[in-house]
């Protein structure tokens, strides 16, 4: 029983398949393609891959693209099916004001993310920082309920957008100084503390709401790794949690499915 779990963002399509749909499940391949190029992957990585038996994905690039991404899927005898954000799932409970207006990919990112925090002993609230195009900071009690989370432009969009208002504003990335002393390391400084200090008032707003319990911090996303060393208290960073949350929403679908 093989699973193909998708993760279908703003740049880039990231799959993973499995040799059956739940957590801990052993990986037999895996890849990413950039979206210009998602034709390829029927005539080349997807082709060499023991066809698999279950399919969930989540996608935030629109309509267009998911109908490209189950084009190329036709070479498959597998029924495509994508989250999305609900009232609640697989332990979560969703706060949103519309709670399917949720990114999909932040939705099954916390339920990863709430699953990483189980295994690890007992109940915390969560800190769920994003860090990709976008950066979303998501705020998780230890009762397994979104709270409510913030949504800041990437360090790419932020350089955009100075250059495209400020006259003559075009310089190489530079890097995180506490004191810099040139253009290129003022914006590149100014950015990510910014997204840092963003996460930091959340983590405070949490901890005061959770009793003065003091949240775990987590983050994913391609960039993550760069935003490490400036953040102001301890974050692991988990590449897999977009991943790690479709298994746990594919197993808790199958659990619930056996039952009726």
């Known amino acids: 029983m093989t699973f193909l779990a998708l993760d279908v963002g703003n740049t880039r399509l990231k799959w993973t398949l499995y040799d059956h749909p739940e957590p801990g499940a052993q990986v037999l391949g895996h890849g990413a393609e950039f979206l210009e190029q998602i034709e390829r992957l029927a005539e080349a ?3 060499k891959l023991p066809e698999p038996t279950h399919m969930l994905g989540c996608i935030v690039a629109g309509q267009a693209v998911k109908h490209r991404v189950q084009e190329q899927m036709e070479l498959w005898n597998v029924e495509p099916r994508w989250v999305v954000a609900s009232e609640a799932e697989a332990g979560l409970i969703n706060g949103y004001d519309h709670p399917s207006r949720l990114g999909a990919d932040r939705w099954v990112a ?3 993310a709430r699953h990483h925090m189980l295994q690890r002993g007992p109940m915390r609230p969560i ?3 994003m860090v990709g195009t976008a950066v979303t900071v998501e705020a998780i ?4 309920r979104f709270l409510g989370g913030l949504i800041l432009p ?3 969009i932020m350089l955009r957008s100075l250059e495209s208002g400020t006259a003559g504003l075009h310089v190489p990335t530079g890097d995180v100084k506490d004191f810099p ?3 290129s390391d003022g914006l590149t400084s100014g950015g990510t503390f910014a997204i840092a200090g963003a996460c930091e008032r959340m983590a405070q707003h949490l901890k005061a709401r959770c009793g003065g319990r003091e949240p775990l911090c987590l983050m994913t996303g ?3 790794w760069k935003m490490l060393p400036s953040m102001g208290r301890d974050y692991d960073l988990v590449e897999s949690l977009i991943f790690d949350g ?3 929403v594919a197993a808790d679908r199958e659990v619930r499915r056996s039952q009726f």
């Open 141 to 144: 009690d230890d009762q397994g």
């Open 154 to 156: 990437g360090h790419g």
């Open 110 to 112: 916390m339920i990863g």
């Open 45 to 47: 990585d997807w082709l």
């Open 181 to 183: 002393t040139n253009t």
């Open 127 to 129: 800190i769920l920082v």
């Open 246 to 248: 479709l298994l746990v």
């Open 222 to 224: 391609g960039a993550g």
